[in-house]
T-cell receptor, first 112, second 112 residues
Framework: GNSVTQMEGPVTLSEEAFLTINCTYTATGYPSLFWYVQYPGEGLQLLLK?????DKGSNKGFEATYRKETTSFHLEKGSVQVSDSAVYFCARSSGSARQLTFGSGTQLTVLP | NAGVTQTPKFRVLKTGQSMTLLCAQD?????MYWYRQDPGMGLRLIHYSVGEGTTAKGEVPDGYNVSRLKKQNFLLGLESAAPSQTSVYFCASRGTADHEQYFGPGTRLTVT
């Protein structure tokens, strides 16, 4: 079936450190891939997306590249800020209704 | 635009009670989805709708029913609540041409 495997957390970094959160997906079909972010007490917000192989999604300094050969969509940021502290979810779409399958989420805490 | 709204924000039920969660969107989106979020498990799809008058089962539909009588509203019902349904419930919607889903702020439900 469709699944997404995401790096387990929690992850704690110092401000300005480099961030990588790994995400791999099952290769069924041609999914779109997403990173969503959830700030404390809030719903999910789309951070970035990629809809086909080799696409790079980017937003707010975050980047992820759709790698079909490794079925991966790793999230990176060169210099994290305290305000990036949140839970990050990797997701893939599937089915005619483009339902989302989520990874388990990674809690990121950035310390000043 | 209010986007996606959910009512109520919080609710406590006793086992066996029933309730309905309301999701409303003002973006004229065709697709709507209900997810539940449990610790360490990401979000899982309960039911979804591809248009007014249609509904379909997701990954974890048991114990829930849904209705989409109006395009802008998607109702999630619990006929006889169980402690296993304690969770945070998120509604989302998507336009036909969109890849991403737009999420509401969530409803935190506790069943005692």
């Amino acid at each position: 079936g469709n699944s997404v495997t995401q790096m387990e957390g929690p992850v704690t970094l110092s401000e300005e450190a480099f961030l990588t959160i790994n995400c791999t997906y099952t290769a069924t079909g041609y999914p779109s891939l997403f990173w969503y972010v959830q700030y404390p007490g809030e719903g999910l917000q789309l951070l970035l997306k990629a809809t086909k192989a080799d696409d790079k999604g980017s937003n707010k300094g975050f980047e992820a590249t759709y790698r079909k050969e490794t079925t991966s969509f790793h999230l990176e940021k060169g210099s994290v800020q305290v305000s990036d502290s949140a839970v990050y979810f990797c997701a893939r779409s599937s089915g005619s209704a483009r339902q989302l399958t989520f990874g388990s989420g990674t809690q990121l805490t950035v310390l000043p | 635009n209010a986007g996606v709204t959910q009512t109520p924000k919080f609710r406590v039920l006793k086992t066996g009670q029933s309730m309905t969660l309301l999701c409303a969107q003002d973006m004229n989106h065709e697709y709507m989805y209900w997810y539940r979020q449990d610790p360490g498990m990401g979000l899982r799809l309960i039911h979804y709708s591809v248009g007014e008058g249609t509904t379909a089962k997701g990954e974890v539909p048991d114990g829930y029913n849904v209705s989409r009588l109006k395009k802008q509203n998607f109702l999630l019902g619990l006929e006889s609540a169980a402690p296993s349904q304690t969770s945070v419930y998120f509604c989302a919607s998507r336009g036909t041409a969109d890849h991403e889903q737009y999420f509401g702020p969530g409803t935190r439900l506790t069943v005692t």
